[in-house]
Nanobody, 127 residues
Framework: QVQLVESGGGTVQRGGSLRLSCAAS????????IGWFRRAPGKPREAVAS????????FYAGDVQGRFIACSTIAKDTVYLLMNNLKPEDTGLYYC????????????????????WGKGTSVTVSS
């Protein structure tokens, strides 16, 4: 069965850190691009980070630039989103999504073209 599974969410205080994981089953992440998305309460889903598993290229939304880092294991079987200096406005349901990399990653990914989606992991940042 092809699926993505996120984990690592939780509740932290302002300034804390979390590491979200995105693991694939039924397919390999190599050759894919990964999008991390966030749906905050009462807001539409937004792209937070995008990552090329093939070459490690990454892009970030402006409000997380410098605080979040996307990376993968050497085996390229899991992708992480390292979140530092968390703020209450980072609260939300975080999803990872994967799609085949057909060209050089040059910007944040749109949800279009991402074939596989996880069910999300919840992040709550208290003030």
């Amino acid at each position: 069965q092809v699926q993505l599974v996120e984990s690592g969410g939780g509740t932290v205080q302002r300034g804390g850190s979390l590491r979200l994981s995105c693991a694939a089953s039924g397919f390999t992440l190599g050759g894919h691009v990964i999008g991390w998305f966030r749906r905050a309460p009462g807001k539409p889903r937004e792209a937070v980070a995008s990552f090329s598993v093939r070459d490690g290229t990454s892009f970030y939304a402006g409000d997380v630039q410098g605080r979040f880092i996307a990376c993968s294991t050497i085996a390229k079987d899991t992708v992480y989103l390292l979140m530092n200096n968390l703020k209450p406005e980072d609260t939300g349901l975080y999803y990872c999504a994967a799609g085949p990399q057909v060209s050089t990653l040059i910007a944040l990914l749109s949800p279009i073209g991402l074939d596989y989606w996880g069910k999300g992991t919840s992040v709550t940042v208290s003030s």
